[in-house]
């Protein structure tokens, strides 16, 4: 994928809304993602890894005044944090909270800058696993509760929680 055909530049009348709807959104899920843990843990993690998404296409925004368009809005959201990530100031602002993270992320000082992309990767596989069929189905008959809240704790929220950071 291209990286000239992965974003567009948000242009000034569009960009503080498209900036509220990302606020919106990613909250609202991450909230959905809390509430339905226990219920309905299929949910959480879907609505957990929507949390993540939406967060990075706000930072995307605000940090750099671009936006992310489908088709593959999910793969361009990822190709286009890793490109940025890069960028000298982020970085600056991301080790600190990747070393306040270390508890939570397996060696985080040593992955840097990959951290944030590997993890939108791995949640977007792990998104996929609970909301699509797949052929182990008969196996798991469903997400467990533990495995939803394990995925809130130790992914989605400290995830936010880097983000917010460089936000």
Partial sequence: ???NKTWENLNDVEKQNYIEFHTAY?????LHAEFVAIKHPRWSIISGYY???????????KQFGIKITSPQIHAKTIVAI????????????????LKEAKQT????????????????????????ASQY????????????VKKSIEFLEQ?????????????
């Fill in 51 to 61: 949390a993540m998404h939406d967060i990075t296409k706000l930072l995307l925004a």
């Fill in 82 to 97: 890793e490109h940025f990530v890069r960028d000298i100031e982020l970085k600056s602002k991301l080790l600190p909270l």
């Fill in 133 to 144: 069929y797949s052929e182990d189905y008969s196996n798991k008959k469903s997400v467990n």
């Fill in 105 to 128: 992320f397996y060696e985080a000082e040593r992955l840097k800058e990959k951290i944030i992309p590997l993890l939108l990767k791995q949640s977007k596989k792990q998104r996929e």
């Fill in 1 to 3: 994928m291209e990286k």
């Fill in 26 to 30: 990613y909250q609202d899920d991450i």
């Fill in 155 to 167: 992914v989605v929220r400290p995830y936010i929680k880097i983000i917010k950071g460089l936000l």
